[in-house]
């Protein structure tokens, strides 16, 4: 059955409810010594990455809590990704940094969009070979020797993107009306129009969607 735009209003804030629920809920001291430690010793080790081809210029995030520059730590972060061959498409950041309320000690949420990730997108867990190829996810997707707080709060391919847009997912949407691209090859072109489509047939309104997203 077909949804209304009101079904899918409503669905997109129960999402929002819940997610903020569980934010708001979820104690974390992101000062912690380890961590100081961490991007102390990653500044001795934090190079002026080189401007590649597909890094888009001045997408401005902020100092770190150590004064580095967190778009060139981003950009840092991209090459790591490239040179540990993986197939990145796109790369986003989200969350405070790009809302206004990114302080020097806020972490740096992106999303990766690539081909050749190992392990899955949720989750799951299911079996002791799945365990392994998550633990190599995350290793792959770790920001070492950088060490300045960039947590991929989601990692999935092209298809998986799209299928969580035309889902209504709110990943997916706070990108498209948030996020900022920070590497693209040319993907984000078929995401933007997959979501005028989305937009034109369910008639929904993107300022309402923003409004709904700002909290996240």
Not at 15 to 26: A, D, E, H, P, T
Not at 36 to 41: A, G, P, T, V
Not at 49 to 76: H, M
Request: hydrophobic share 40%.
């Amino acid at each position: 059955m077909e949804r209304s735009q009101s079904d899918i209003m409503d669905e997109i804030r129960e999402q929002v409810r819940q997610r903020l629920s569980i934010k708001y809920n979820w104690k974390r001291n992101p000062h912690s010594l380890i961590e100081q430690l961490e991007k102390r010793f990653g500044k001795m080790f934090f190079p002026k990455p080189p401007i590649r081809r597909n890094l888009i210029n001045q997408v401005g995030l902020g100092t770190d809590d150590i004064g580095r520059n967190v778009t060139s730590g981003v950009r840092e972060y991209v090459n790591l990704l490239l040179k540990r061959n993986v197939n990145l498409h796109t790369l986003i950041v989200l969350g405070s940094r790009v809302k206004g309320r990114g302080k020097p000690g806020s972490d740096v949420d992106v999303t990766v969009i690539a081909s050749n990730l190992p392990g899955k997108s949720s989750p799951e867990f299911l079996n002791i070979p799945q365990k392994i190829l998550n633990v190599k996810r995350c290793l792959l997707l770790n920001d070492a020797p950088i060490f300045m707080g960039i947590q991929p709060s989601a990692c999935c391919s092209k298809e998986e993107f799209l299928s969580w847009l035309r889902d209504f997912k709110l990943l997916a949407l706070d990108a498209v009306c948030y996020g900022r691209v920070v590497y693209d090859d040319g993907f984000w072109q078929q995401v933007l129009a997959t979501f005028r489509e989305i937009e034109n047939k369910y008639q929904l309104n993107e300022t309402n969607l923003k409004e709904l997203l700002i909290a996240l």
